[in-house]
Nanobody, 122 residues
């Protein structure tokens, strides 16, 4: 299974970006999906996750109220809408999938792929 994230870029503080992630196989279409990020010199951290049905979402405290995760199971896609971006949001963002939410929350998913760079300038 390949997960390809795209949509990153350079944005000024206060701006917005929308990340998308495409999964290569229908195997993971009903899995929990999420976003994990890694800033330079820091460990990977959980950002957001959404259950297989899309009925429940979870966010790290640092992004709550600013980021919104959503999914389209018919297209096998997951999205991350990011608003009011801050310089500390600068990181490589990876999308991930796992049948178990706690594996996403623990930054230990079974599936994740190449990330997309998000850079927020001050």
């Amino acid at each position: 299974v390949q997960l390809q994230a795209f949509g990153g870029g350079l944005v000024q503080a206060g701006g917005s970006l929308r990340l998308s992630c495409a999964a290569s196989e229908r195997t993971v279409s009903g899995y929990c999906k999420g976003w994990i990020r890694q800033a330079p010199g820091k460990e990977r951290e959980f950002v957001a996750a959404i259950t297989g049905s899309g009925g429940t979402t979870y966010y790290a405290d640092s992004v709550k109220g600013r980021f919104t995760i959503s999914r389209d199971n018919a297209k096998n896609m997951v999205y991350l809408e990011m608003k009011r971006l801050k310089p500390e949001d600068t990181a490589v963002y990876y999308c991930a999938a796992d049948p178990r939410f706690m594996k996403l929350r623990g930054v230990d998913p079974d599936y994740w792929g190449q990330g997309t760079q998000v850079t927020v300038s001050s």
